[in-house]
Structure formats: C-alpha cells, structure tokens
C-alpha cells in the first residue's frame, strides 16, 4: 500500500496478556517510529528505528515494552503482563530518514487492557 | 514536564475567517518544529514545518510562524473551511541530541463554523 499500515486496529486483552502490535512502514522508508497516545494527550514518543537497529528507545516507558524491526522493514511492538493503564491508540510512523524530514503516521491500533 | 504547550485545548473560527493557533515550547535545544492535524480515528497527517534558522514558512492557506527568542509559534489559516475542522498538534524536535522522536503538545481542536 502506498501508507503506513498498522494491525490490528482494534485490540481488546485481559490484564496480565501478551500483545503484539504490527507496522508495515512506506517503502524505502528507513525510520520508524512508534508512539502513543492517551486520551487528551498529544503522541508521545517510544522508540526509533534506523534501518534494523533501535536507534533510540529512550520513551519506552518500562521493560514490559520491547520493539523489533529485523529485517528494516515491518516492525512489532510488543507489551508483556499488560496493565490497564497501557490502554492507548499506538501510533507507527516512518520517513525517508533524512534528519527533519516530516514523518507519515498510520491510523493507529487502540489497545484496551480489561 | 510538558515541552511543548498548547494552551487552549478548543477554537471556534467562522468560516472565511483566520483560525492562529498558538505553541509555546520550554526547551531550547528544539530546532525543528512541525504542525499535524487529526481527524477522529485517523492517524495525524502532516501539515506544515519550520526549521529555527526561518521566522516564517507559507503553505498555500497555511502559514508557520516562529518567535524563537519567545519560545513560540503559531499556525494560521486563512481562509478557514469546514474541511479544516480537526485536532492540531504542534511537535518538536532537537537535531542535536536528544530523543530522535518528535515531541507534541496536547493538541488544540479547532472547529471550524459555517
């Protein structure tokens, strides 16, 4: 497709579940990133990709959170022992990788912890 | 901790009429800054940026200023449409060090009236 694709769109877990979230980036895009966002708050960041390599995972909010990009393209956000407070819409973006280069976004997974 | 701040979290504009939304940031290493738009459950779509070495860039209707030594920026449209009824994001970003990810504000939902 000529957008970023993220599955599912809607998730539903119980608490203490294992979900995982995936991005199919634009093509040729070498950065990805993932974000969320609360209700009534603005995206905020978790990590980014240069090519295969995590290049900052500096927003990950604890190690319940992990991301992979193995072969540079589609990456999986993945949350262990999720907890309600997880409950967001994760947003994927990805951009040609030139610095300052606007990045597109997906139209996001919302993810509901019961 | 907020960065970037969007002060007024609605705007109400009559059609034909200019919307300005307004950003403030508090970190002065923040270099580049970009202005997003959302519709209900959709991912944001860029709209317009600026670098920090302009004071000003113009997109068709849409006009980015920044007041740097304010630490502010704003966004007009003129004319305002209905189409441009949405939640706008003001979003960050510091090139040299710091997160690689952008840094957004609440958000402001402009509403545009016929």
């Known amino acids: 497709g000529a957008g970023v694709s993220q599955t599912p769109s809607n998730k539903v877990t119980e608490k203490g579940k294992y979900v995982e979230l995936r991005c199919d980036p634009i093509s040729g895009h070498t950065a990805l990133y993932w974000y969320r966002q609360s209700l009534g708050q603005g995206p905020e960041f978790l990590i980014y990709f240069q090519g295969t390599g995590a290049a900052d995972d500096s927003g990950l909010p604890n190690d319940r959170f992990f991301a992979v990009r193995p072969e540079g393209s589609v990456s999986t956000l993945k949350i262990q022992r999720t907890e309600r407070g997880d409950s967001a819409v994760y947003l994927c973006?990805?951009?040609?990788?030139?610095?300052?280069?606007?990045?597109?976004f997906g139209q996001g997974t919302r993810l509901t912890v019961v | 901790d907020q960065q970037v701040k969007q002060n007024s979290p609605s705007l109400s504009v009559q059609e034909g009429r200019i919307s300005i939304l307004n950003c403030d940031y508090t970190n002065s290493m923040f270099d580049y800054f970009l202005w997003y738009k959302k519709y209900p459950a959709e991912g944001p779509t860029f709209l317009i940026s600026?670098?920090?070495?302009?004071d000003k860039n113009e997109d068709g209707r849409f006009t980015v200023f920044l007041n740097k030594s304010a630490k502010h920026l704003s966004l007009h449209i003129v004319p305002s449409q209905p189409g441009d009824s949405a939640v706008y994001f003001c979003?960050?970003?510091?090139?040299?060090?710091?997160?690689?990810?952008?840094?957004f504000g609440k958000g402001t939902h402009l509403i545009i009236q016929p």
């Open positions: 979003a960050a970003r510091a090139s040299g060090g710091g997160a690689d990810g952008l840094t």
């Open positions: 973006a990805s951009s040609p990788g030139r610095r300052n280069t606007e990045a597109f």
């Open positions: 600026i670098s920090s070495i302009k």
